[in-house]
């Protein structure tokens, strides 16, 4: 996959506005999860994008691949790409967590929206997403299954029982991406229940392991590329990304793990995202 430096400078300046909008949900609620937010919104707005098979004019259309969602508390970063692509109206965005709205703090399933699978009970959205991987193939039907998973998530054993399922299955239409930022609620992941070697865990349970710089689109496409080609099992993708990333006092913290920001701390993080976006109309280069 290449990117001219045009598209390249379009993608970065759309997920700097989808960043924006994430920031004003979560203040405007003054409820949700800024940091793991905003260090996957690169991941769901080039799947979205430039990997899934989709219909911009019909969020149910029967041959789409099915994104699941299963660090779940991450949604706002869900629904500001959905109405980036215009399956939500951008101004039912800021209902989010509001009585009576469609869009609560974890996914809640409306297929009308874009939104497949109801989750935030960490853990289970891998399980889900075999279920939905073997019902393809046994349907003979070609979608493709992708599950985004936080670090953290990976503490629960439901994660490794369905990893074993898909191995079995020799499920290669199902793609896992770790979101490995290497913080979750309480503090790192390797100080709460380590993970690494992570790679070879997952070798060891069967899957193909593609390893990517979350800052980086081209590795990150190149990367989903590698996923498609393989056949005959299942694949994970662990991209190296940045908790809280572009807002410099939310990095590689937990500390808005699950933290509205005030609103002195909310216009400084939209000013450094609106100073990215004039770096970026200058021509200097921007790396998460």
């Known amino acids: 996959m290449t990117l001219s430096e045009a598209e390249g400078k379009k993608i970065l300046h759309d997920i700097l506005g989808i960043k924006k909008d994430v920031l004003k949900m979560i203040f405007q609620a003054q409820s949700g999860h800024p940091g793991g937010s905003l260090s996957c919104v690169t991941i769901i707005y080039l799947l979205y994008n430039n990997v899934m098979r989709i219909n911009r004019e ?67 959205g891998l399980s889900i997403g075999v279920g ?27 994660i490794w029982e369905a990893a074993m399922a898909g191995s079995h299955y ?4 199902l793609i896992a991406i770790v979101d490995r930022n290497g913080i979750q609620n309480d503090g790192s992941t390797e100080e709460i229940m380590a993970l ?18 979350g800052s980086n689109l081209k590795e990150i496409l190149q990367g989903f ?42 216009i400084l993080a939209l000013k450094e995202l609106e100073d990215i976006e004039d770096d970026l109309k200058r021509g200097i280069p921007h790396n998460e």
């Not at 779940?72 to 009585?99: E, N």
């Not at 929206?113 to 009970?121: A, L």
């Not at 690494?196 to 710089?213: H, Q, R, S, Y």
């Open 58 to 124: 019909d969020p149910q259309w029967t041959e789409r691949d099915t994104f699941i969602l299963s660090k779940g508390h991450a949604a706002p970063a869900l629904y500001a790409v959905l109405s980036k692509i215009g399956f939500i109206k951008r101004k039912d965005l800021f209902t989010l967590r509001q009585i009576g709205s469609d869009l609560q703090g974890h996914p809640v399933k409306n297929s009308k929206i874009g939104i497949e699978i109801s989750t935030g009970s960490l853990g289970m």
């Open 196 to 213: 690494e070697p992570l790679a070879e865990k997952w070798k060891a349970f069967g899957w193909e392991v593609i390893e990517t710089d």
């Open 225 to 266: 590329e590698r996923c498609k080609s393989i056949v005959g099992k299942p694949k994970v993708m662990i991209s190296y990304l940045i908790k809280g990333a572009d807002v410099s006092f939310m990095q590689h913290t937990q500390k808005y793990h699950g933290r509205a920001p005030n609103e002195e701390e909310f």
């Open 132 to 158: 939905c991987a073997l019902a393809a193939k046994l349907d003979k039907e070609e979608r493709l299954i992708y599950v985004l998973l936080g670090d953290g998530e990976l503490n629960e054993g439901s």
């Open 170 to 173: 020799k499920l290669d239409n």
